[in-house]
């Protein structure tokens, strides 16, 4: 067992628990993260990366206020990560229009600050001429626009932000014990490596729980109770980008459901499911793929002839409102000092909070871990750009003078910002590396071997999160060997690291896959098999492949 | 804000995150690339990427999978989306018929439309030509000079001369192309005769103009719509019953532009002309005695934009002709549909690759021992002409219609 | 311009292009109608007859021995569909099965000869070629190009795996290393397996590099022997005696291209098999339709049937639509070859699978009507195993003439046949057994078409 002391541990590297990181390390506490997986790998991984506004909230102005600061200073600091939504709202019915109009006068108080119009009218015209693929019977339509961000990215910026001012980030690590001394205080975290499969444990006073989904199970790994409510979303995804601008229409129970535009994709949903199964078994249900082509199809007739490459789902962790249904549960967050609760000294756990502000949770939480401290330093989270969004990029001069195609460069750009030359600068003793691997997103060699060295992922999958490798819409078939390739090379595994990297991304893809297999992607399937089984005879491979959550069971 | 001032401020959103959205008319093009699997098989098959590389042109795999999914993001696209000669290799060869050439011109469109700044320039000079004369090419100054250019191609190639005919209720109108029409005039000639040889009841146009086909390739859709609205208009007063054209990119668009604007009435190239309305008999007698007395040694190249982008049969059609010639003697080139690197613009910005793909062609005709290349489109007959020329190859080139005309036999 | 045949083939690819040939051997006019390339395509070129048993994990050491296995086991897998014929007695049945696909693998095999794509391989046992990953698979025939030589029967073999610098379809080192563990493993030959890297570039650069420009410069003469050089010393550093190739030694002069490596490297060279779309799939894809069109039949590309027209039990036409044109197209008999989820012969949504063209009723793996089957129902949790994914077996129920059958077990047309991966019963990817199962079926519903016509006329 090694042990060394920290100021806080922050257990979980989702957009909060990386927020949270940042935070304490730019205020100067040595920080330590610990993430059971990868970096933004449950909740924050599979929502659609909106940088809500508040207009759901309201009923709750004070959070509508915040939110919409919040969107203020993300465009300050992510300037390469976030990108602007036209939504529109179209409507079929004179009653849809009667009916929650007071929504629209909250949105429209802050709308100066975050630079977009109030909620605005459309005439039919208008509105299909906007966007052609609307049902013809549209009676109108409100506009409004949202921001949205990459959040793989924003999470990884965080981390690197924090580890840039000296926090330790560790992935693959979990959470198993705590040392708790008789004044029920925390000394000391124990957590199990899994990558070199020691259990390992650090000295601490302050444990940050930013788990999400996991919150409750932390909390009740020190005895301490947590109640929480545990929520299921599911999402849709198409190949391409379907519609010109977000559509948001009410589903059949009254929900609203939106579809979103997405990089090069478009992402549709979400579902809300309240949920008791361990979330890493859960995956998309027939029900609410239907439901979700159901609702869009009132206003989008041809939704169904789309292509779908794949579901996603997720977990929200709410705030444990009983007896009111998912849409009513209070979307602002909670912060539970548990030695104001009678629980453990020094934990301090989250509940609820949504991805606009998690920067807003994060200073909250690190105000009290500097009370705790006795350190109390003021926030420059809001102010201090993350890594690479400091400034704007050349883009065509990029081009000229590394010779790599323009459209890489861009998508480059979105992840990277000003970061991106130290990736292009490898491509001068390299260039071999400028070769395209991922062609659908494109991603070039360069981009995944500094991923590598860089980012810390340790699978295929984890690369995905970093640079969207395999999330067009061939998820992956082209790429998988390639990239594994690379990733056998930098990491010198052994060959039955190779096939095992090449099965793992493919069963990880394949679980978003399967749930909407139908139309296109069957095609798509088929020659997937014929790669890898029929030719790669991965199939028969005795490799040590080990059964995911949810490929156990039916 | 009233709704107008809302609608004007939400286009120029959309104009500032460029994001430019699809037109009704478009959307079939686009689904099709739903169905792209990425597997590469067109990559395999690219004459631009196997006579550039890949990385010089990523090719069609990357414009269904990649350039042509995110709007916002078309500008960047403007270092490849341009080389793509438009043949249609790709689409023939995939598994799903994926409309990469149709997408092109899409992206090309959205590039003209928002980053006119990044169109090639030599794209814009031909544009200029044909806001001004509605024609691709720079019309003659002095129409005596075009006539005596004319009638010298017709004294050295043997042909007889046939009037212009303009005049409503014909039941065919020849429609000869720009190339036909400023340059390579032999063509048109040709084209009368034949038809004039067969008793066909035709008629020119009364004012010549362009089909729109290149103002649709180098994205100018104003000026391709404009221009095809004008067409359609001249054809119908006309009152014609079919569209005859010797052009392969005018027979593809013309049947397109008739479809989607309800002419009323097809468009065909004149070999579908000859065979399906004239007939093989009539042919045959037409050509089995004719002036020319020499054996000839011909091989022949399939135009992309017959085989690929009207049907392979026109092509079998040409080389069924050509066997009822006496002292006709055909040999089949490897690469005969292999494209020209004529098409899709690309001469007019980056000749380096349109010359860099027909090298195939030139080999391959080498490799024949014919002594003459007859093909039936005007575009190609230029590229190939001119990179015979300048390897040093003694092969001529003949468009087929003039082939044709100068073997009918003499009417009695 | 409308035409008219003995026998209209609709699909291109193995199945297609086999029955089209055997046809066209026999004297009739055959058309091929192809909308585009498919599985064929794209397939690593080899010809894998039968690796596996559905569910099973030990390879089967020859066609004979799987075909054996198959037929008693899955009575109705396309390779046992036999036709009727009075003189087969129920107890020579097995033996029917077995001698029709050995006659098949060895017509094949003698029509290739001469072609892009002469191949190798022998009907009583299977060949284990390395592939781009370093792993193995059973397969019947493969490429000459891809013969390794004695590699696994010399002690001292020494195998060096080459990679191309920006060519990033084929890593050298996972591949190398991949094989040596599963040597290790095994015990068998070779012990000693390397990698290294070359430089070769086609266009002067070294990245995005694609197997088509690496296979075109490579049909240039002089561009092998630089080649040569550039190997040498890797051979002399490791002691290599083979070398395994990316598949891109050439679209016409692959065979040439090995031998003049072997000749000036004094080591046996061989390509290895490769994912889609490969250049040995592109030369076989390309020896087909010469051997095709050489034995007189005519190949129309880019012609998609999109419609028919019957007259009581017989289907008397099809037509077919190109790009801007539509043609009619009057035959005898007709042979549906068009694939499955790929080449398109079989398509799906949400509620059920059908055929594309003549609607008739799909089958899954079991034979239970597929027009109701929810895809994401009829597939594994697991991506790739060895289950595979029951809904590659869906397809079309054929009788034993190979013509696809109604819901009542009736052939749907007296003259309409089918071939290839449009039928039912049998998942290519983890059976290894798709070109095989292909060129058989096109091979014996071509001959029963043949026969129909004959007695017709």
Redesign the interface.
């Known amino acids: 067992m090694t042990t060394s002391e920290f100021d806080v541990v922050v257990i979980g590297g989702g957009s909060t628990g990386t927020a949270v990181a940042r935070d304490c390390a730019m205020r100067g506490y040595r920080t330590l993260l610990l993430e059971r997986d990868d970096i933004a790998s449950a909740t924050v991984g599979t929502c659609a990366g909106m940088i809500s506004s508040g207009l759901k909230y309201r009923d709750e102005p004070d959070i509508m206020e915040m939110c919409s600061k919040e969107v203020v200073h993300w465009n300050r600091i992510a300037r390469h990560l976030i990108?602007?939504n036209?939504i529109l709202a179209p409507l079929l019915d004179l009653s849809d229009a009667a009916s929650d109009s007071s929504y629209m006068d909250s949105y429209s108080e802050h709308v100066g600050e975050r630079e977009v119009?109030?909620m605005?009218?459309?005439?039919p015209d208008?509105s299909l001429?906007?966007?052609?693929?609307l049902h013809p019977d549209v009676i109108a339509s409100v506009?409004y626009?949202e921001y949205f961000i990459d959040p793989f990215r924003l999470c990884l910026l965080q981390a690197i932000d924090a580890r840039n001012h000296g926090a330790q980030i560790r992935t693959y690590c979990e959470v198993i014990n705590f040392e708790v001394n008789n004044n029920d205080e925390i000394e000391e975290v124990v957590f199990y490596n899994r990558i070199s499969g020691a259990t390992e444990s650090v000295k601490t006073q302050v444990v940050v729980n930013a788990t999400g989904p996991w919150a409750q199970k932390v909390a009740k790994s020190v005895g301490d109770e947590l109640p929480i409510r545990l929520n299921k979303g599911a999402h849709v995804i198409f190949?391409?980008?379907i519609v010109?601008?977000g559509i948001t229409v009410k589903a059949i129970d009254g929900r609203w459901i939106y579809l979103f535009p997405h990089?090069?994709?478009t992402l549709l949903g979400t579902t809300a499911l309240d949920t008791w199964e361990d979330p890493d078994t859960l995956v998309a249900s027939?029900d609410e793929?239907e439901y979700l082509l159901q609702s869009m199809e009132t206003v989008l007739p041809s939704i169904?002839?789309?292509?779908i490459i794949r579901t996603m789902t997720g977990v929200r962790p709410l705030v444990p409102e009983w007896k009111v249904p998912e849409g009513k549960v209070t979307r602002g967050y909670q912060i539970v000092d548990h030695s104001e609760t009678g629980g453990k000294k020094g934990l301090i756990s989250f509940l609820g909070g949504k991805l606009v502000m998690c920067r807003h949770m994060a200073e909250a939480v690190t105000d009290i871990v500097g009370k705790k401290l006795g350190k109390e330093v003021p926030c420059t989270t809001h102010e201090t750009p993350l890594p690479g969004n400091e400034d704007d990029v050349d883009?065509i001069a990029l081009?000229k003078e590394y010779d790599i195609?323009?459209?890489a460069?861009?998508?480059m750009r979105a992840r990277r910002g000003t970061e991106m030359v130290k990736v292009l600068a490898h491509t001068k003793e390299h260039?071999?590396?400028?070769?395209?691997?991922c062609?659908?997103?494109?991603v070039i060699?360069a981009e995944i071997r500094v991923a590598i060295r860089d980012e810390f992922p340790q699978t295929l999958n984890d690369i995905r999160r970093r640079i969207r490798l395999g999330t067009?819409?061939?998820q992956g078939?082209?790429c998988t060997?390639?990239a594994?390739?690379?990733l056998?090379?930098e990491l010198s595994?052994?060959?039955?690291d190779?096939?095992v990297d090449?099965?793992d991304f493919?069963?990880e893809?394949?679980k978003g896959i399967?749930?909407?297999?139908?139309?296109?992607q069957?095609?798509?399937?088929?020659?997937?098999?014929?790669?890898?089984?029929?030719?790669?005879?991965?199939?028969?491979?005795d490799v040590d492949y080990d059964l995911k959550p949810?490929?156990?069971?039916? | 804000?009233d709704?107008n001032e809302?609608?004007e401020?939400?286009?120029r959103?959309?104009k500032n995150?460029k994001?430019?959205?699809?037109?009704?008319d478009e959307?079939d093009i686009v689904?099709s690339?739903?169905?792209?699997?990425?597997?590469?098989l067109c990559i395999n098959h690219c004459p631009v990427v196997a006579s550039v590389g890949l990385?010089r042109f990523?090719g069609p795999?990357?414009i269904a999978?990649?350039?042509?999914?995110?709007?916002?993001?078309f500008w960047?696209?403007?270092?490849?989306i341009y080389l793509c000669t438009g043949c249609g290799t790709c689409r023939e060869v995939c598994?799903?018929n994926v409309n990469i050439p149709e997408i092109v011109n899409i992206v090309r469109a959205n590039i003209f439309e928002h980053r006119r700044d990044l169109v090639p320039k030599g794209l814009m000079l031909v544009k200029e030509i044909i806001d001004k004369h509605e024609r691709a090419f720079e019309p003659w100054e002095d129409p005596a000079e075009k006539i005596e250019s004319r009638d010298m191609r017709l004294e050295r190639l043997n042909l007889p001369f046939v009037p212009d005919v303009v005049k409503e209720n014909a039941k065919v109108l020849f429609y000869p192309g720009c190339q036909a029409e400023e340059r390579a005039q032999e063509v048109r000639e040709a084209a009368k005769v034949i038809l004039d040889y067969f008793d066909v009841d035709f008629t020119l146009l009364d004012e010549f103009q362009c089909c729109s086909l290149p103002s649709h390739l180098m994205g100018d859709a104003k000026t391709a719509r404009d221009l095809a609205s004008k067409l359609k208009k001249k054809v119908k007063k006309l009152g014609v019953k079919k569209v005859v054209t010797t052009c392969a990119g005018c027979t593809s668009n013309l049947t397109d532009l008739s479809e989607r604007d309800n002419w009323g009435i097809p468009a065909y190239h004149l070999l579908e002309f000859l065979v399906n309305e004239i007939g093989f008999n009539r042919l045959a007698n037409a050509l089995k005695n004719p002036d020319i007395e020499t054996e000839v040694h011909v091989s022949v190249h399939d135009p992309c934009h017959l085989i690929r982008h009207t049907s392979r049969q026109v092509m079998d059609h040409a080389l069924n002709i050509l066997r009822i010639m006496p002292g006709v003697r055909v040999s089949e080139s490897i690469a005969h549909d292999s494209c020209c690197g004529g098409g899709g613009m690309v001469s007019y910005h980056s000749p380096d690759v349109a010359n860099a793909v027909v090298q195939e062609n030139l080999e391959a005709l080498e490799k024949t021992g014919a002594e003459r290349l007859v093909t039936p489109c005007p575009l190609c007959t230029a590229q190939l002409e001119n990179n015979l020329f300048k390897s040093g190859s003694s092969i001529e080139v003949d468009d087929l219609t003039v082939f044709i005309a100068q073997r009918l036999a003499k009417k009695e | 311009m409308d035409i008219e045949a003995d026998l209209v083939v609709i699909g291109g690819g193995m199945a297609g292009l086999v029955a089209g040939t055997i046809a066209a051997e026999a004297g009739l006019n055959v058309v091929v109608i192809r909308k585009g390339q498919s599985?064929t395509a794209y397939?690593?070129g080899a010809v894998?007859v039968i690796g596996?048993l559905p569910l099973a994990?030990d390879?089967f050491s020859s066609p004979e021995e799987g075909l054996f296995a198959l037929s008693r086991l899955y009575p109705l897998h396309p390779y046992s569909v036999i036709g009727y014929d009075e003189s087969i007695q129920p107890e020579k049945i097995l033996d029917v099965i077995v001698e029709r696909t050995r006659d098949t693998v060895s017509w094949l095999k003698a029509h290739l000869e001469g072609t892009l794509a002469p191949v190798k391989g022998k009907f009583d046992s299977n060949i284990h070629p390395i592939?781009?990953?370093?792993?193995?698979?059973p397969t019947c025939l493969i490429q000459k190009t891809m013969d390794s030589g004695d590699l696994n029967e010399r002690d001292d073999s020494v195998l060096l795996f080459v990679g191309i610098?920006?060519?990033?379809?084929f890593?050298s080192?996972?591949?190398a290393?991949?094989?040596?563990?599963?040597r290790v493993v095994s015990g068998s030959s070779p012990q000693k397996v390397a990698h290294c890297v070359l430089q070769v570039m086609p266009f002067g650069?070294?990245?995005?590099?694609s197997s088509i420009e690496l296979a075109r410069h490579l049909d240039h003469a002089g561009s092998i022997e630089p080649i040569a050089e550039q190997l040498k010393k890797h051979i002399e550093q490791v002691g290599a005696t083979h070398i395994a190739f990316p598949p891109i030694m050439g679209i016409r002069n692959a065979m040439k291209n090995k031998l003049k490596l072997e000749e000036m490297t004094g080591t046996t060279v061989f390509e290895l098999?490769?994912?889609?779309p490969s250049i040995p799939g592109q030369r076989l894809q390309k020896s087909l339709e010469t051997i095709f069109v050489k034995a007189g039949g005519k190949l129309l590309l880019g012609h998609e049937a999109i419609s028919y027209t019957r007259d009581g039990a017989l289907l008397k036409s099809i037509t077919a639509k190109s790009p801007r044109r539509e043609i009619k197209i009057d035959a005898k008999a007709f042979l549906l070859a068009t694939g499955?989820?790929?080449g398109?012969g079989?398509?799906?949504?949400?509620n059920g699978l059908r055929e594309t063209l003549f609607d008739i009723m799909p089958v899954t793996g079991d034979y239970h009507s597929a027009l109701d089957i929810?895809?994401?129902r009829s597939?594994s949790?697991?991506?790739?195993?060895?289950v595979?994914?029951p809904?590659?077996s869906c397809g079309l129920s054929v009788d034993p003439r190979f013509r696809p059958v109604t819901e009542e077990g009736l052939e749907w047309a007296e003259n309409l046949f089918a071939a290839g991966a449009i039928l039912a019963g049998y998942n290519?990817?983890?059976e290894?057994s798709?070109l095989g199962v292909a060129a058989t079926s096109g091979f014996n519903a071509a001959k029963n078409a043949i026969e129909l016509i004959k007695e017709v006329a």
């Not at chain 3, 610098?165 to 379809?169: E, H, K, M, Q, R």
């Open positions: 990108m602007k036209p119009p109030p605005m009218f459309l005439t208008a001429e906007i966007e052609p693929m506009y626009e190949d391409r980008r010109n601008v990089e090069n994709t027939f793929i169904r002839e789309a292509r883009i081009s195609s323009l459209h460069l861009e998508r260039p071999e590396w400028k070769t395209t691997i062609t659908c997103e494109p060699e067009g819409p061939c078939t082209f060997y390639k594994a390739g690379i056998a090379e595994l052994s060959g039955d190779f096939l090449i099965l493919r069963a893809r394949w399967r749930q909407s297999m139908r139309g296109e069957l095609a798509q399937e088929e020659l997937a098999q014929g790669m890898y089984a029929c030719v790669g005879n991965l199939d028969q491979s949810w490929e156990e069971g039916i | 804000m709704e809302a609608f401020y939400v286009k959103t959309l995150e994001i430019t959205p699809f037109h009704l959307l689904k690339i739903e169905s792209c699997i990425n597997c590469g990385d990523s795999r990357s999978v990649e350039l042509s999914r995110s709007s916002p993001e960047a696209t403007i270092d490849k598994p799903k | 599985a397939s690593s894998d596996y994990s390879p592939t781009i990953l370093g792993t193995t698979k610098s920006g060519y990033a379809d890593n080192s996972a591949a290393q991949t094989y040596l563990e599963d650069k070294p990245y995005n590099i098999l490769g994912f889609p499955k989820y790929i398109g079989i398509s799906g949504n949400k929810v895809p994401s597939t949790t697991l991506s790739i195993s060895p595979g994914q809904i590659q290519y990817a983890v290894k798709g």
